[in-house]
């Protein structure tokens, strides 16, 4: 506890920048709202840096690399799904009596099939272990095997949720929760804090986009 306390005073900007940022765009994706990948393209950049020069942790100091990439590949298809939604609810709109009646609302959110969930899964174990060899004949880098793991589990999971699978907010909370322990080995008390308020974010992530879809699947 008095660790912790010691980090919270002795937190820097670039800290504080990336939890509250990362916080911001979990938040925003739990709402379903576009602009969740700007704070991520922030959060990102600067997690990428303390990852790699302060905390040695090498797989998610590429992570984070990887979803600056991907905020802005987010960006653009959730601006995409957008469009496409309101441009398909407009074609089918029918007139009735001189009423324009807009059809149902093209549903975006969708569950993920069992031959997604098997590919996800063992693929994502596959590779974590093959990026544990890789990374620890490479460099020196603190709880490998599972940073290996949970990178590539995040890196599945981030395609999930851009293909707005309602499943990734399932699948984030076991990742966050593995986080915790991975921070907090490492000394990173703060950023462990963080991904225990992110858990509780998933679930209500979880919780937003599974009415969202129950509202707009066909009855």
């Not at 939890?19 to 938040?27: C, D, F, K, N, Q």
């Amino acid at each position: 506890m008095d660790t912790l306390i010691e980090q919270f005073l002795a937190a820097g900007f670039l800290d504080w920048l990336a939890l509250l940022t990362s916080l911001a765009y979990v938040w925003l994706a739990a709402r379903d709202n576009n602009w969740c990948w700007l704070f991520a393209a922030v959060s990102t950049a600067v997690w990428a840096w303390q990852s790699f020069v302060v905390y040695q942790l090498v797989s998610d100091g590429f992570l984070q690399l990887f979803y600056f990439v991907m905020a802005g590949v987010g960006w653009w298809r959730w601006r995409w799904r957008k469009t496409e939604q309101d441009a398909a609810s407009v074609a089918r709109a029918e007139v009735l009596d001189d009423v324009l009646v807009p059809a149902r609302e093209v549903p975006s959110i969708r569950r993920m099939t069992l031959t997604e969930h098997i590919v996800v899964l063992v693929g994502g174990l596959v590779a974590g272990w093959a990026l544990y060899l890789f990374v620890s004949g490479l460099f020196v880098s603190v709880a490998t095997l599972p940073d290996a793991i949970t990178t590539v589990f995040s890196i599945a999971t981030t395609f999930l949720l851009i293909g707005r699978r309602l499943e990734n907010w399932l699948y984030w909370i076991v990742i966050d929760a593995a986080y915790v322990w991975i921070y907090g080995k490492s000394g990173a008390l703060l950023f462990a804090v963080m991904m225990v308020l992110n858990i509780g974010m998933a679930v209500y992530g979880y919780r937003n986009w599974r009415r969202e879809l129950l509202r707009t699947e066909p009855q």
